[in-house]
């Protein structure tokens, strides 16, 4: 007699191992893609083992996964205590007594088929252009406390304006949990004491609980924190080590009162200071602020980092600080076997332009565009861990370009930094930069050619000239649009209502 064979090979069971921002997103995603009709989603999570969250910025795409999930914003934001953001302000970053906005959207239009950076340098060059944040919506808004959502205006800034959020990380979490059991995710309390693996394969075959309780799975996605239980401890996935780029290696998390009371001005968007070895976050939500500062414990003891933040909140604070160690890197595999890391399981980037849970969200995208049978074959995998690494690489990039231009050298911390070698990748978009003011995104990176520009520009990188197509335009024209562009952003901002005032006609929390 023939043995039947098995020609069904459809992942049965999933089993998500740790909860937070990242679990629960995962258990939405699989909820609202997969659905748990014929695939059982299970995550496990103890209330003995807490998370990292803490108040959490996010960038635009944050909204696109809120869209995929079919959430409604509105609810959402309020919900979770959140409010909009247009971008980020960075405080002594170039130097103490500066700063400069990294904002969402674009700064004015090309022209002639021309970048408008390079129309802009041109006159920048000249003495003639003002500071480049009057090309910004997002900028010019964000610095007068204004927000808005997109309208139909053809013509106008206030057609394109991209925003993200804060919000409250553990409240984000609750949200995410109701959504995902709704829908049929199971939730199971308990500690992990155990993990079995397959004899032949080497695969996650069941965790094993502190009460005894098995959880069986034919894909397993570890969002364990820090402690990467699956992927770093039964697969033995070592940890790829970025502390000689990007130094900081704790923080200092507390939450502060607004500083003018219930009814307080909301700024739409995320400051970040930089300090004598780190720098400092400021999250606003609608009941507090959170802040932050990342530091490195070679150049600072905790002691020093908890009086310079406390010494510089806006308002009350609202508990003791709280610390937080980490490593700045990732796991060598992503996905190792049937089982795929996810948030600081898969490895850790300074919150420095909010990208944490953007990396959840990718590995999310990139799983389901990938997602297994129960084969978990070899060239899918190996390719999934090669556009992760490159888009943790890219990031690391970006965030070392915030460090290491800059005209700051006061402290140790500092001086390290700007003499350190730097990636070839980021020397190469440097240098490019450099001879005319030019910034490409490189295929499928995260962060385009504004954002590098504006990280560059405010940070002072000089060029020594500017990309010379935007000669083929008359200066006179040039000077004509620049004005007309500045005026339509700032007419555009004075359109749009305060952010506290949006937030209360649409998405006002709970006290």
């Not at 609980?209 to 070592?238: K, P, T, Y």
């Not at 700045?328 to 490895?347: I, M, Q, S």
């Not at 490159?390 to 800059?406: Q, S, V």
């Amino acid at each position: 007699m023939t043995q039947a064979v098995d020609r069904d090979r459809r992942i049965r069971s999933i089993c998500i191992v740790g909860g937070g921002s990242a679990g629960w997103m995962a258990a939405a995603t699989f909820a609202r893609l997969i659905g748990t009709r014929d695939t059982v989603v299970t995550l496990v999570e103890s209330e003995e083992i807490g998370t990292v969250g803490v108040g959490e910025a996010t960038i635009p795409q944050m909204a696109t996964f809120n869209r995929m999930l079919g959430i409604d914003e509105d609810r959402f934001v309020a919900e979770t205590q959140g409010s909009f953001k247009l971008g980020i302000e960075f405080v002594d970053w170039r130097r103490e007594g500066h700063r400069y906005f990294h904002p969402f959207g674009s700064y004015g239009i090309n022209m002639g088929g021309v970048s408008f950076h390079a129309h802009f340098l041109r006159l920048h060059a000249l003495g003639e252009a003002p500071d480049i944040d009057a090309f910004s919506l997002a900028a010019t808004a964000g610095r007068a406390n204004r927000f808005m959502r997109a309208i139909d205006a053809p013509n106008s800034p206030l057609a394109d304006i991209n925003y993200a959020y804060h919000f409250d990380a553990s409240l984000y979490a609750r949200f995410l949990r109701r959504f995902a059991e709704e829908r049929g995710v199971v939730r199971r309390e308990g500690r992990i004491v155990s993990v079995e693996r397959e004899a032949a394969r080497g695969h996650v075959a069941s965790v094993t609980l502190a009460d005894g309780g098995v959880v069986e799975a034919d894909l397993f996605v570890d969002c364990s924190g820090f402690r990467a239980l699956l992927i770093g401890g039964a697969m033995g996935q070592g940890f790829v080590d970025w502390g000689h780029w990007l130094p900081c290696d704790r923080a200092l998390a507390v939450p502060c009162a607004h500083p003018g009371g219930k009814g307080a001005e909301i700024e739409p968007f995320t400051r970040s200071t930089a300090r004598t070895a780190g720098w400092q976050w400021r999250i606003p939500l609608q009941h507090r602020i959170g802040n932050g500062y990342v530091y490195s414990g070679v150049h600072l003891s905790d002691d020093e980092a908890a009086a310079t933040l406390l010494a510089n909140l806006d308002g009350e604070p609202l508990a003791d600080p709280r610390p937080i160690r980490f490593r700045t890197g990732h796991r060598r595999r992503f996905w190792e076997g049937n089982v795929v890391a996810l948030g600081l399981a898969a490895g850790f980037m300074e919150p420095l332009e909010s990208t944490s849970l953007w990396l959840v969200q990718s590995g999310l995208s990139r799983l389901m565009a990938m997602f297994p049978d129960r084969d978990f074959d070899a060239p899918t995998r190996d390719r999934y861990n090669r556009v992760l690494i490159t888009e943790f690489e890219e990031i690391r990039d970006f965030l070392i370009l915030h460090y290491h231009a800059t005209e700051r050298r006061a402290s140790a911390f500092w001086r390290y930094l700007a003499e350190m070698p730097i990636p070839e990748r980021l020397a190469e978009k440097m240098r490019v930069y450099a001879a005319h003011g030019r910034v490409f995104r490189e295929n499928e990176e995260l962060f385009n050619d504004t954002s590098w520009f504006a990280v560059m520009h405010g940070q002072g990188l000089p060029t020594r000239g500017h990309d010379p197509m935007a000669d083929a335009m008359d200066l006179a024209t040039v000077r004509d649009r620049l004005a007309e562009i500045a005026r339509a952003v700032a007419n555009s901002a004075d359109y749009m209502p305060g952010h506290r005032t949006f937030l209360d006609q649409h998405c006002r929390a709970a006290a």
